[in-house]
């Protein structure tokens, strides 16, 4: 198992400790828990479970064909 140093402000090792004790897990524990659900690559399955349970929202197919112009873009 690796190791990794944090720096955290006075405050959020207050925040981190607290939560840790709320969630009856140590601070390393809460701390890759955060990490492990944060850096995930794939949505959560509540949010998955919500696609196409809106009846009434618009698809893009279903969008007029002329769209407004876009507005103008500054370059670089």
């Known amino acids: 198992m ?3 140093t ?5 405050a959020t090792q207050a ?3 607290q ?15 955060i990490i492990r659900k944060y850096a ?3 949505w959560p399955q509540d ?8 009846a009434d929202f618009p698809l893009r ?4 064909v002329a769209q407004p112009a876009d507005a103008p ?3 670089f």
Do not use: T
């Open 19 to 33: 939560a840790a004790l709320a969630n009856g897990v140590s601070k390393s524990r809460w701390v890759a828990d």
């Open 6 to 10: 944090l720096y955290l402000d006075d």
């Open 61 to 64: 197919e279903d969008m007029p």
């Open 47 to 54: 949010c998955l479970a919500l696609a196409g349970r809106f």
């Open 40 to 42: 995930a690559h794939e």
């Open 15 to 17: 925040l981190v400790e």
């Open 2 to 4: 690796s190791q990794i």
């Open 73 to 75: 873009r500054i370059g």
